[in-house]
């Protein structure tokens, strides 16, 4: 079955840049359009970043354009968030998700993500 499990969450000062990684099994990984989202504790799950199946095409949330990039490695099943200049308002539980690669237009949208990860923590002290 599908699993994805994140790595890489931590504890960082303002300014400072984490990496995450998010490996995949089970699936055909290059076939799939993946995701981040984030979830601060109570607040909505939101979307973060996006990425097509080839890795050619991405979208951001505007909250993070400009610091945060998304990637990803089929050769090693492997989905990448490098966050930069990181703010206290980014600590959230980060998330990636997979979803079939069409309908593009649905961007972040959580309900058209069938398959997600644990989560893993990301905490900005300031």
């Known amino acids: 079955q599908v699993q994805l499990v994140e790595s890489g969450g931590g504890s960082v000062q303002s300014g400072g840049s984490l990496r995450l990684s998010c490996a995949a099994s089970g699936y055909t990984y290059s076939s799939y359009y993946m995701a981040w989202f984030r979830q601060a504790p109570g607040k909505e799950r939101e979307g973060v970043a996006l990425i097509n199946s080839g890795g050619s095409n991405t979208y951001y949330a505007d909250s ?5 990039t998304i990637s990803r490695d ?12 990181l703010k206290p308002e980014d600590t959230a539980m980060y998330y ?28 900005v002290s300031s």
């Open 64 to 68: 993070v354009k400009g610091r945060f």
């Open 74 to 85: 089929n050769a090693k099943n492997t989905l990448y968030l490098q966050m930069n200049s």
């Open 96 to 123: 990636c998700a997979a979803r079939t690669a069409n309908a593009w237009w649905l961007l972040l949208r959580p309900e058209s993500f069938p398959y997600w990860g644990q989560g893993t923590q990301v905490t």
